[in-house]
């Protein structure tokens, strides 16, 4: 009697607009995209068979058995960028923006303009600061959801810092130069090449939480990462090595995280801080590691 194995099924991957590049390398049947809005399943509604219903309440034990991250900043480090990205003589800061109802309520967790003006003031001499806030112009190429983003125009701080670059203006010009490509992959091909992060709670920073060895301050209001991702959850085990978290409650506490990324550099993939001891402690600013 003979036996003979079967080649595993491979699995056909539905994903919503824009997301492709999150999964063109892997081996499965067939990749389709699905022309619909994103939208938000409570997780008692989640299939059975996930290994983790709920991301904000798991046993980090299970995690590691069933889930295993790529690492993004290898798989887009090969991707181009635009040349004032290649060619920076600085290292890079993005700064990630949102201003969209949340969760039935008007905007909640977003860098104010006033808090914008000073970070780019203060920052702009040290780094090449790229501003990105999806929804701030018609460049899109990214699944629209419940939460519609609304109008914060940016557009007189921006010209105040003319140094700090625009994010839907290097895709634009990649795009008319044909170097663009996919929108998630045009953004994913700049964050491989970053270190250094500022961002609203949210979307925005669960993709950065992904990029190894950086450094994150993330302005968070309300939302239940603060209870679970940041510090003991997926915020934490992601990338490795993880990011620097500081929790930021409000943007006056946003804007003293400025010696902090001064006094930052990053040396074997990672960034280290000087004097960490003294700047992460203060009792302002939450951090995590």
């Not at 063109?24 to 219903?53: F, G, H, N, S, T």
């Not at 996919?182 to 961002?199: E, G, L, Q, V």
């Not at 209870?227 to 978290?245: H, K, L, N, Q, V």
Request: aromatic share 10%; proline share 6%.
């Amino acid at each position: 009697m003979a036996f003979v194995a079967r080649a595993p099924t491979r699995s056909l991957i539905a994903h919503l607009a824009g997301m492709r590049c999150f999964y063109d390398q892997m081996k499965c049947r067939a990749i389709l995209e699905k022309d619909e809005e994103r939208c938000y399943v409570p997780p008692a509604e989640r299939p059975d068979w996930m290994p983790i219903r709920d991301e904000h309440n798991f046993d980090i034990a299970t995690s590691k058995r069933f889930l295993r991250y790529p690492d993004l900043r290898a798989r887009f480090s090969a991707c181009p960028v635009p040349h004032e990205v290649a060619q920076s003589a600085k290292p890079l800061l993005v700064v990630h923006n949102k201003y969209n109802i949340e969760w039935g309520r008007g905007p909640i967790n977003y860098i104010p303009l006033a808090a914008l003006d000073k970070l780019f003031g203060e920052l702009k001499s040290r780094y090449t600061v790229i501003y990105i806030r999806h929804g701030a112009d018609a460049a899109q190429g990214y699944s629209r959801d419940h939460n519609t983003a609304l109008m914060l125009d940016e557009t007189e701080v921006l010209q105040r810092h003319p140094a700090v670059l625009s994010f839907d203006d290097l895709y634009r010009r990649s795009a008319l130069r044909g170097q663009a490509g996919d929108f998630n992959m045009f953004k994913n091909a700049i964050y491989s090449r970053c270190y250094h992060f500022i961002s609203s709670q949210g979307g925005g920073a669960h993709q950065i939480a992904l990029y190894s060895g950086s450094l994150i301050a993330i302005l968070h209001r309300e939302g239940r990462e603060l209870e679970w991702a940041y510090s003991s959850g997926y915020y934490g085990f992601m990338a490795d090595p993880p990011p620097i978290r500081v929790i930021c409650r409000d943007e006056h506490e946003l804007e003293q995280v400025v010696p902090i990324f001064v006094n930052s550099r990053v040396v074997a993939g990672r960034v280290v801080v000087s004097e960490a001891g003294e700047l992460l402690q203060r009792p302002t600013v939450n951090s995590s590691n």
